[in-house]
Every structure is written in C-alpha cells, then in structure tokens.
T-cell receptor
Framework: DAGVIQSPRHEVTEMGQEVTLRCKPI?????LFWYRQTMMRGLELLIY????????DSGMPEDRFSAKMPNASFSTLKIQPSEPRDSAVYFC????????????FGQGTRLTVV | QQQVKQSPQSLIVQKGGISIINCAYE??????FPWYQQFPGKGPALLIA???DVSEKKEGRFTISFNKSAKQFSLHIMDSQPGDSATYFC???????????WGAGTKLIIKP
C-alpha cells in the first residue's frame, strides 16, 4: 500500500481564497483524522471520521473550516475564506481501528496564506 | 488532567550515546502510550508503543520505560545514530477513545 496520500504537498494562497486539501486513506482503514501542526500549538486534532461519518469535529477552529468524507477512500478539508493564521501543516491520518491506535500519517500539506 | 508533559524540548547527543526523552501524564485512565518520530517534511510515524501492563518494551535500539505509579514514561535510544535525528512525540490515550493527547515534542540532534 502506498500509505496515506495527501495533496497538494504545498499550497500558497491569498487571504480570502478557498483552499481544499485532499486525503486518500490506507485501503481498509475505517478511521480518518485531520490534524493541524504549528510551532505554537503543536499537533491539534481537527476532526475524526469513523466509517465515513464525522464523529467529533470539536477541534475545527471556526465555521470557515469544513471536512467531508464522501466515501471510504477520500476526504477533503476545506477552508473558506482562508486567513494568514491558517498557515500550518495539515496532516491526514488513518487507522484500522476505531481508536488512534497505530494511526498512519500522510506527508502533510504545507499551507501558506498570504 | 488531559495534558502530557514532554521534556526536554531539544536534545543533542553524540553518536553512539544514549538519548532519553521523558513524558509525564495525570490522567490515570490513559492506557496506551505511543511514541512517534517525525522527520522534516514528513508526517509523524509510529515508532513504538506500550500499555501499562508492562514496565518496559524494547524494539531494536528503542526502549520505552513505563512507571505507572509515577505516571511517567520515557523513550531511550541506545547507540544513537545521526539518522535518528528527528522530532519525537510522546502521546497518550484511553484505548477506547480515539483522542490521542500529544506531548509538545523533542527535537533530537545526533552529532557525528
């Protein structure tokens, strides 16, 4: 398996623009997590899906953030409108289990909002 | 209660030495303690994990020591190599819960 695949790897956008990050989890994994990593706040869990259903989105910072998982092999994280403070590395991770046990991370999307 | 405190923030070790990173927690319900390794430009990768029914787990040069009464656990890297230079994160969770509580990370540099 190729692992968790995220795209794009890098994204530079202007403030106010819509940004969509994409994730393909490992085949057969039924849990998917979106994280944000910054120097100031470390790793933050944004949202957790289990069997394509959002279970906990309490980490999503604002209504500008939304995430979907239309099927078991694809998820998106959308920011609209984007702001400079959204600049961070966004990771997607998947797990075979309901819990975080043995979560596999993608390589991340480095987002810069100017 | 939910925090995991990790130290040191950064660590420099000579090649061949032992690297030691420590973590402490408060929530006695935690029953899963993984360590993740992250190289620049990559996502965190699970390195080794322990559950509280054992006091030590070893995988190659990497060892987790777990002290349940002190609510502390540590990562030991024996014979540290330059290729071990990375950021290491400890974490903890209740296995029945999806939520991993992360330490702040330790940037490890192994000097040749």
């Amino acid at each position: 398996d190729a692992g968790v695949i995220q795209s794009p790897r890098h994204e530079v956008t202007e403030m106010g623009q819509e940004v969509t990050l994409r994730c393909k989890p490992i085949s057969g994994h039924n849990s998917l997590f979106w994280y944000r990593q910054t120097m100031m706040r470390g790793l933050e869990l944004l949202i957790y899906f289990n069997n394509n259903v959002p279970i906990d989105d309490s980490g999503m910072p604002e209504d500008r953030f939304s995430a979907k998982m239309p099927n078991a092999s694809f998820s998106t994280l959308k920011i609209q409108p984007s702001e400079p403070r959204d600049s961070a590395v966004y990771f997607c991770a998947s797990s075979l289990y309901r819990s975080n046990t043995e979560a596999f991370f993608g390589q991340g999307t480095r987002l810069t909002v100017v | 209660q939910q925090q995991v405190k990790q130290s040191p923030q950064s660590l420099i070790v000579q090649k061949g030495g032992i690297s030691i990173i420590n973590c402490a927690y408060e929530n006695t319900a935690f029953d899963y303690f993984p360590w993740y390794q992250q190289f620049p430009g990559k996502g965190p990768a699970l390195l080794i994990a322990i559950r509280p029914d054992v006091s030590e787990k070893k995988e190659g040069r990497f060892t987790i020591s777990f002290n349940k009464s002190a609510k502390q656990f540590s990562l030991h890297i024996m014979d540290s190599q330059p290729g071990d230079s990375a950021t290491y994160f400890c974490a903890a969770s209740e296995d029945s819960n999806y939520q991993l509580i992360w330490g702040a990370g330790t940037k490890l540099i192994i000097k040749p």
